[in-house]
């Protein structure tokens, strides 16, 4: 019922292999969480001083986007010291207080771990570029000029690729006359995995961690780390530049030897750990090899298939999703796992918009539709994630002009779009869409200026609607989204089908109706969700509908579920049943 409150939290025993199975995530992006000394920016005592809201909303684990020194020319995903915390945010001294009042209160701590590439500026990269004869030369990826060009020059680039923030991957060094290899921005030069130096510098720096208390590792990226040496041109896609090298670089010939590698020298022997590889261009066989536990590579995956669905010619030219088209995807994957492996559940981080925006209705049906979305999230197989606000509801912000955007990525997109004679408003249209600042708008915890994010001016733009959304309005309000996700927490902890249950689709006779069952022996959960603005009539075959006749209603986004599975489902409408 949507006032009912599942049972009392059932705290996850830690000393259980698979925890996490029944565990819930909340990913804090710390430069828009809470702000400390008014500078502007998230800090660490700003996070420590926010703890009461994680308790209350009953997560397990708080995955820490990079805090590490860095020029912050991608938000901290350029670290330059592995072993400090950038002024911007603290402190070591902060950090070991915030990990100890996290784990005062059950909550482990993730770390996330960015070794694909470094900053530009990190010592490894200064000493690399120092000279071609440096040790560390080979410590990242350095070519010469493509054959019969001139270093510098268009067209000398050693191969074609072109950067995921685009442009070329190839960065020309003057001093040596070398290209260094650099996937995303320019001052994040990629690391040579080949290098066995390299990794065990990156293993003793993960351990430094892990002996400090941490709990664990999201790795950004992690494979990309293995590349084909020959490094070759790419196709090129009709009307591009450049080309794509994603075959050449994507879950690499030496990737699972690495990622068992790593399990050894990090892992074996420490317990009630959890680690998450983040896999763009993952199928769903490579995901049942990165997390097979026969395998000892890692828990679980990140995946991206599902949030490009709705990427058009390009990430920043989206088109609408057809009825059925999100939950296909995240059946196929629910299926594929089904046996071996395990799957991250995410509609939202901090390189995603926000999905009551995006998946659903943030104008006709805000609620229902940001509570439709968690019930067929959270309730699937896997170990959900709830990204910082989303338990709030909160939406994309109203960008309407390219002052307004920080991102590197929406920046080197638009000026790219821009120079290629795409309009200015059709360019900022695609960002108003799909840039990454909408997820690292501040926190907003209450209606007074700012958010109560700070007391200074914001690094970027509060949210305009943080006066009417916001976590001090809605906590205790049995009707508001974060009550709602309380529950859904809950209910998790409480029942062991929701982490440890097989998932078994059911046609409910509408493309638009996700429903599914999850069963653990004896019990069973119905979970039926509208993911549409219209409404519709389940019409589930026979069989199902017999075995479901009399369960009643355990959760529901509506003020008055109706008691039968047959009944008439609003728009955004969600109800889980239980039998008996």
């Not at 694909?116 to 440096?134: K, P, V």
């Not at 994309?396 to 991102?407: G, H, T």
């Not at 109560?452 to 309000?477: E, M, S």
């Amino acid at each position: 019922m949507i006032g009912g409150m599942p049972n009392e939290h059932v705290p996850v025993s830690v000393t259980a292999s698979d925890w996490w199975k029944s565990a819930v995530v909340y990913q804090v992006y710390p430069r828009s969480f809470q702000d400390s000394d008014g500078d502007g920016v998230g800090d660490l005592r700003g996070i420590r001083n926010r703890l009461d809201h994680l308790e209350r909303l009953g997560v397990d684990v708080v995955w820490l986007s990079p805090i590490y020194r860095s020029p912050q020319a991608d938000n901290g995903y350029d670290i330059s010291d592995y072993r400090d915390i950038d002024p911007t945010f603290g402190t070591l001294e902060d950090f070991d207080e915030l990990l100890a009042a996290m784990h005062a209160r059950g909550i482990k701590l993730v770390m996330d771990l960015v070794v694909n590439h470094t900053s530009d500026e990190h010592a490894w990269f200064a000493e690399s570029r120092s000279s071609r004869e440096s040790p560390k030369r080979d410590w990242y990826w350095w070519r010469p000029p493509r054959p019969g060009t001139v270093g510098g020059e268009p067209g000398a680039e050693p191969t074609n690729w072109e950067s995921f923030f685009s442009g070329s991957v190839w960065e020309w060094d003057e001093a040596t006359g070398e290209y260094y290899l650099h996937l995303f921005d320019r001052k994040q030069p990629d690391l040579n995995w080949e290098h066995p130096e390299v990794r065990r510098a990156v293993y003793d720096m993960m351990c430094w961690w892990l002996d400090r208390g941490v709990d664990g590792f999201r790795m950004d990226v992690i494979n990309l780390i293995s590349k084909h040496v020959e490094l070759p041109d790419g196709p090129v896609r009709l009307g591009r530049r450049w080309g794509d090298g994603g075959a050449f670089y994507t879950n690499g010939p030496r990737l699972h030897e690495y990622l068992q590698e790593m399990h050894r020298e990090v892992f074996d022997g420490r317990d009630g750990l959890i680690t998450v590889g983040e896999t763009p261009g993952a199928t769903v066989d490579d995901a049942v090899l990165f997390t097979d536990p026969a395998r000892r590579e890692v828990d679980m995956v990140f995946q991206f298939e599902h949030v490009g669905l709705d990427h058009g010619v390009s990430k920043f030219r989206p088109r609408p999703l057809e009825p059925g088209e999100l939950a296909a995807s995240l059946t196929r994957w629910q299926e594929g796992l089904h046996d071996t492996g395990w799957n991250s559940l995410y509609l939202e981080n901090h390189d995603q918009p926000r999905s009551v925006s995006r998946f659903g209705d943030d104008e006709a049906h805000w609620r229902a539709s940001a509570t439709a979305l968690a019930t067929m999230l959270h309730l699937q197989r896997g170990t959900p994630y709830v990204y910082q606000g989303q338990e709030l509801g909160m939406t994309n912000a109203p960008f309407a002009v390219i002052d307004e955007f920080r991102d590197v990525e929406s920046l080197n997109a638009y000026a790219e779009e821009v120079a290629s004679g795409t309009a200015v408003a059709d360019a900022i249209s695609g960002l108003s869409y799909m840039s990454r600042d909408h997820a690292r708008t501040p926190m907003q915890w209450d209606a007074s200026p700012n958010a109560g994010f700070t007391d200074g001016t914001p690094w970027i733009a509060v949210n305009p609607n943080h006066d009417r959304v916001n976590a001090a309005a809605q906590a205790g309000d049995p009707d508001s989204v974060f009550e709602y996700y309380r529950r859904l927490i809950a209910l998790r902890h409480e029942r062991p089908v929701v982490g440890h249950g097989s998932f078994e689709r059911a046609d409910a006779g509408h493309p638009a109706i996700f429903a599914f069952e999850r069963v653990l022996g004896d019990d069973r959960l119905l979970v039926v969700a509208n993911l549409s603005s219209a409404g519709h009539v389940p019409a589930f075959a026979a069989e199902v509908a017999a075995r479901w006749r009399g369960a009643r209603v355990l959760l529901a986004n509506e003020s008055e579920a109706a008691a039968s599975v047959d009944a008439p489902l609003g728009p955004w409408a969600a109800r889980v049943f239980e039998l008996g």
